[in-house]
T-cell receptor, first 111, second 113 residues
Framework: SQKIEQNSEALNIQEGKTATLTCNYTNYSPAYLQWYRQDPGRGPVFLLLIRENEKEKRKERLKVTFDTTLKQSLFHITASQPADSATYLCARPDSNYQLIWGAGTKLIIKP | EPEVTQTPSHQVTQMGQEVILRCVPISNHLYFYWYRQILGQKVEFLVSFYNNEISEKSEIFDDQFSVERPDGSNFTLKIRSTKLEDSAMYFC???????????FGPGTRLTVL
């Protein structure tokens, strides 16, 4: 069965630095991967989608990569700010477009 | 910007009681989903709904669960006889075909005592 693995340990980053989060998947490469942000007690908020044939996608300070050889996606936040502190979730689609989720990585940006 | 809404935000119930969680998906979206997230755990798929019927369900979605779209706007999740282990955040999501993006509601926190 498809699995999504994310580093479950919290990631502590100094404000202004680049935060890099990792998402690994098993079995065949999905047509796309998605990254969501989740704040405590709230629903996931869509951030970025990257397709299998795209190596990189950017949105403001966010950058996502997709490496089908490594079966991995990296999520970068440049010039990180304390407001970026949240849990970041990686997800892949299954049949009927439902999402299979990683456990999320908690990101803490320290001033 | 249109958004998915869910009610109530928090539901407390006694074990064995029935609960109905409500969602209003984004209009013109065609696919609807329920997910749940037990505290401290990953988000889990429960059921997908398309064209007024269930298109897929997970092993979590047993006979105690049901979904309905009683009118053109609401999408409900019913748990017939709640168990302690049903305590979780329940998220509704909707998806418009060809966008590959699911939009999530704020969630309903279900507490079963």
């Amino acid at each position: 069965s498809q699995k999504i693995e994310q580093n479950s340990e919290a990631l502590n980053i100094q404000e202004g630095k680049t935060a890099t989060l990792t998402c690994n998947y098993t079995n065949y490469s999905p047509a796309y991967l998605q990254w969501y942000r989740q704040d405590p007690g709230r629903g996931p908020v869509f951030l970025l989608l990257i397709r299998e044939n795209e190596k990189e996608k950017r949105k403001e300070r966010l950058k996502v990569t997709f490496d089908t050889t490594l079966k991995q996606s990296l999520f970068h936040i440049t010039a990180s700010q304390p407001a970026d502190s949240a849990t970041y979730l990686c997800a892949r689609p299954d049949s009927n477009y439902q999402l299979i989720w990683g456990a999320g990585t908690k990101l803490i940006i320290k001033p | 910007e249109p958004e998915v809404t869910q009610t109530p935000s928090h539901q407390v119930t006694q074990m064995g009681q029935e609960v109905i969680l409500r969602c209003v998906p984004i209009s013109n979206h065609l696919y609807f989903y329920w997910y749940r997230q037990i505290l401290g755990q990953k988000v889990e798929f429960l059921v997908s709904f398309y064209n007024n019927e269930i298109s897929e369900k997970s092993e979590i979605f047993d006979d105690q669960f049901s979904v309905e779209r009683p009118d053109g706007s609401n999408f409900t999740l019913k748990i017939r006889s709640t168990k302690l282990e049903d305590s979780a955040m329940y998220f509704c999501a909707s998806y418009r075909q060809y966008t590959d993006t699911q939009y999530f509601g704020p969630g309903t926190r279900l507490t079963v005592l």
